[in-house]
């Protein structure tokens, strides 16, 4: 109205003493006069003060300004004179309710609900007409859609509906809601908005095809406790929060594009049918997997659905219920923590990302289920052991390994179930013994693997390695699979390899019919004292040609960093460092053994020095350098001499 006011004293400056001097300016003033009211009017704002005491929308008494909302009215639903939460009850029977917006706004901790009850069974019950958002719930306010229509549409929004973060819009009708649902905002600040279905019918088809929900949650509640939502369609769904799918509830999709789900799917019971045609839906998860005991993923049609685990930070995976059927669960984000015992019936697929799990967290690859991961990418595997169950003479890969390594073993042949975890320590701490065949094995890694004894276990055991990790393989004719019995290791074997030298690849043992009860142990070993020169040290000489990432912190705050690289020119070692400023240095050639052969002491200046250091005397093979300034350790790093 101040708009309007300054207008018209713009058009009043020739007045005097409150008299109008021409004709000209009393049309002017009647004329912005009514285009003020008229525009007041549009603008009213209707609150809630609650003073009739009943809680009715139609009495006019609990209105601040003692009337009824009409069509051109703003409701706001507030705090501003009732300090606790309340419910607002629209009209029953046959009656519809028009006004221009709803916004419900409670303050913080309170709720405020507005509700279109069961016995309104008009169509429409309730009409935002407004052309803008017509109804806008805020955090703690809800609307309750509980007419008591069959069909059509009782809520009817002429423009759109905002649900905003922890606000929630209930759908606890048998009638439409598919036209309201393509109205919903999914401006910023409405993901966490909840959608609610809570149907009073026995089944119920939603509206998700090319839908954008903020939170969608499914119930049982109003139908007695048990209902089945079914949903098809062929366009990508988007939720900005959870899926919550709740108590009772059968959700059966029909879906041939992706349900992106921003954060948790959440089964509190009920089944979770996947696919019920020949339609593959993937449903992408960014948050954690929440399955409560008694429920049931499944698929009942020729498809072959997907659950992936896509999220950008970790996620948990606490899945206490079921899955059946041909449900493909695939690894294509960041890392996932099982918190509960896992077993898959169908395909497990990694592409990146490690799935963690534990002794108490197992993860169950299941008689039927199948595997997919590139043995040649550390990109996603298994952090912690990982069973299969029922090999009948196959190969089997099991793509284990510990931070960000994966070191994997594979069966060969295999007949049995099968529970392997790769650990990175010294296995001479459970065996100091060499049996015939072996001079010596790894102090850097081994592996458990743990037979079901319930039927015959037998297979050959394929290691892997991969240089500088397994702490060097120099000749593959030597390399050994190493086994564990009675505290001493054995020879196991060394019926095939895979690879090079200096890179990675694989020795497979002899087929292997004794497994013992509890853990067996396999490591890498060497036939020979020149060759394969396992033993090292892992804190000792790290084979790495930089820095470890580990030690990098550390290094930088001792002392200036330094880049180091190595090369063999005829008989000259030549060593560049590059350093952050001057600094003396002291550079110790180790062999295999851990032998200290030559050392030089230098200064070296800020930027690139090359130190030369005689390597004649030096048999072919791999050696190690260690560089030190003062106490600080500055790098370590290995060469080949041939």
């Not at 003396?584 to 200046?605: D, E, F, S």
Request: hydrophobic share 40%.
């Amino acid at each position: 109205m101040i708009v309007f006011i300054k207008k018209w004293l713009g058009k009043c400056k020739g007045y005097r003493s409150g008299v109008l001097q021409s004709q000209r300016h009393l049309k002017w003033l009647l004329y912005w006069f009514m285009l003020g009211f008229a525009s007041l009017t549009l603008q009213a704002q209707t609150l809630w003060d609650g003073e009739g005491g009943d809680g009715e929308w139609s009495n006019p008494l609990n209105w601040a300004n003692n009337e009824t909302p009409g069509i051109h009215d703003a409701v706001l639903l507030n705090n501003e004179f009732i300090q606790t939460g309340y419910t607002v009850r629209l009209p029953g029977g046959s009656a519809t309710t028009t006004v221009r917006t709803v916004r419900i706004m409670p303050s913080p901790g309170n709720h405020i609900e507005l509700l279109l009850p069961s016995d309104n069974t008009s169509l429409p019950g309730f009409v935002a007409a407004g052309d803008s958002y017509g109804l806008i719930i805020e955090e703690g306010g809800i609307f309750r859609n509980a007419s008591g229509a069959v069909s059509g549409l009782p809520v009817s929004i002429a423009d759109s509906i905002r649900i905003n973060d922890g606000g929630r819009y209930i759908h606890q009708t048998a009638a439409g809601h598919a036209a309201n649902m393509q109205r919903l905002s999914s401006a910023p600040g409405t993901e966490k908005g909840e959608t609610e279905f809570d149907s009073p019918d026995l089944s119920t088809t939603l509206s998700l095809s090319g839908r954008v929900y903020g939170k969608l949650a499914l119930k049982a509640d109003a139908a007695g406790g048990t209902l089945n939502y079914t949903a098809a369609g062929t366009n990508r769904l988007r939720i900005g929060s959870d899926l919550e799918i709740g108590a009772g509830v059968t959700l059966s999709l029909n879906f041939g594009d992706t349900i992106f789900i921003a954060r948790d799917l959440i089964q509190q019971g009920g089944i979770f049918n996947l696919g019920n045609a020949a339609r593959n839906a993937v449903v992408s998860v960014s948050g954690d997997l929440l399955q409560m005991p008694g429920s049931l993923i499944t698929e009942t049609g020729a498809g072959e659905p997907v659950i992936l685990i896509a999220g950008k930070q970790e996620q948990k995976i606490n899945m206490q219920g079921t899955i059946l059927n041909s449900i493909r669960l695939v690894m294509n984000g960041s890392d996932a923590i099982l918190q509960y015992p896992l077993a898959l019936p169908y395909c497990l697929e990694l592409i990146k990302g490690r799935m963690v799990t534990s002794e108490s967290a197992l993860l169950t690859l299941l008689p039927a289920c199948t595997l997919k991961a590139d043995s040649f990418s550390a990109n996603s595997f298994i952090h912690g052991p990982l069973e299969k169950q029922g090999l009948v003479a196959e190969a089997f890969l099991f793509p284990v390994g510990i931070n960000q390594t994966m070191r994997w073993l594979s069966l060969k042949n295999a007949s049995g179930s099968f529970t392997i975890t790769y650990r990175r320590s010294d296995p001479r701490a459970l065996g100091a013994q060499m049996a015939e065949g072996l001079d010596h094995i790894s102090s850097l890694e081994y592996w458990s693997v743990t037979a079901d004894h319930d039927t015959p276990a037998e297979a050959a055991v394929e290691l892997s390695f991969d240089d500088p990790n397994s702490g060097g393989v120099t000749s593959l004719q030597d390399l050994r699979a190493a086994r564990l019995l009675n505290g001493t290791w054995k020879n196991a074997g060394n019926a095939a390899v895979t690879g090079s030298p200096g890179a990675n690849g694989s020795v497979t043992s002899l087929p292997v019919t004794g497994f013992i009860p509890g853990e067996n142990y396999f490591t890498l070993g060497s036939a020979v004292a020149n060759q394969n020169p396992l033993p090292l040290s892992d804190n000792r000489y790290r084979m790495r040609r930089a820095l470890p990432e580990q030690d990098a912190e550390e290094v930088e705050k001792r002392s200036p960093p330094v880049s180091l690289a190595a090369t063999i020119v005829q008989q000259r070692l030549e060593m560049e460092i590059i350093a952050a400023e001057k600094m003396p240095v002291r550079a110790i050639v180790y062999n295999m053994q851990g032998v200290a052969l030559k050392t030089y002491n230098a200064v070296v200046g800020k930027g690139k020095t090359v130190l030369n250091m005689d390597a004649g005397g030096m048999p072919g093979g791999w050696y190690c350098i260690l560089v030190t300034s003062g106490s600080s350790r500055l790098g370590l790093l290995r060469f080949l001499k041939r």
